[in-house]
């Protein structure tokens, strides 16, 4: 099996800006995705769909134990859908849709909550 080249990793775009508050900045210093970039990309160029969910679930484990998940969460549902396409708080973000990794729909229990 070939080693994935990882893509280099980019700064958030400008319209983040205005939703970090000084306080959240200081969260996301913290946040357990930091350096960690490209495994929550939505997808690679010519990357298998089983390499991706791989990387989506390495993500969603990172986010499990992040203290900044919360305002993760919180940050990913103000943003417009192609802002926000890859991993938030654990979940998979791809246009209007959102689900674990793994999955391509909510579960029940989850969209009632």
């Not at 000084?22 to 495994?39: D, E, I």
């Not at 160029?45 to 990172?62: G, M």
């Not at 305002?71 to 849709?97: F, S």
Request: aromatic share 8%; proline share 9%; net charge positive.
């Amino acid at each position: 099996m070939k080693k994935a080249k990882h893509p280099a990793i980019t700064p958030l775009p400008a319209t983040f800006a205005p939703l970090l508050d000084r306080n959240l900045k200081r969260l996301f210093a913290r946040s357990a995705c930091k350096g960690q970039g490209w495994l929550f990309d939505l997808g690679h160029n010519d990357e298998p769909a089983n390499y991706a969910t791989k990387r989506h679930k390495a993500a969603a484990r990172l986010c499990t134990r992040c203290p900044a998940r919360a305002a993760c969460k919180q940050v990913a549902d103000t943003l417009e859908p192609e802002e926000r396409e890859g991993v938030w708080a654990g979940l998979v973000y791809d246009g209007d849709k959102r689900y674990p990794p793994g999955c391509k729909t909510m579960p029940k229990e989850a969209t009632q909550k």
